[in-house]
């Protein structure tokens, strides 16, 4: 984990959000204001892990630690899928970016490529993923699995 002083602040994780990850005590270092998280390193979530991010992303929103709505950017594809099933994060965060897995129809080929969900917002609210081109042979590539596996956190 690294802290960045701001404004705003930001935060980057890596690793394993877990029994061990301890994210409680990072909100003791952030300076007042607002709040970027990069997740992109984050490698596997559990039910504890998620858990404590929970109550990690409610005390950023307290009052008492200043620090309003919090930005993630980069969202790692396994934290993405965790929190589309909590009904609870839509409208507490702000998601500028996040990794998605994808599949190429034409050549096979599978990728986690990084979505603006700011450039796609009105895609994204209507469970509709971007395309994204094929590194390899520059078809359009497909979402690779249910579009509320990933989406439904975008819905109003």
């Known amino acids: 984990m690294t802290v960045v002083a ?19 005590p990072i909100i003791a270092t952030l300076p007042p204001g607002p709040v970027v998280i990069d997740t992109a390193g984050v490698t596997f979530v559990n039910s504890i892990g998620m858990r404590d991010w929970i109550r990690f992303l409610r005390a950023l929103r307290e009052p008492t630690h200043d620090h309003g709505i919090p930005t993630l950017e980069n969202v790692a594809d396994v934290l993405m899928t965790q929190m589309n099933l909590l009904a609870e994060v839509r409208g507490t965060l702000r998601i500028a970016s996040f990794h998605a897995q994808y599949v190429c129809n034409t050549c096979g080929r599978e990728d986690i490529p990084v979505i603006d969900a700011i450039a796609h917002a009105a895609q994204l609210a209507d469970l509709i993923a971007p395309p994204s081109p094929c590194p390899e042979c520059r078809s359009a590539m497909e979402l690779a699995d249910f579009p509320e ?3 439904s956190i975008f819905r109003p």
């Open 6 to 24: 701001g404004p705003p602040a930001r935060i980057t994780l890596v690793g394993r959000i877990d029994d061990s990850a301890g994210l409680g």
């Open 149 to 151: 596996r990933y989406l």
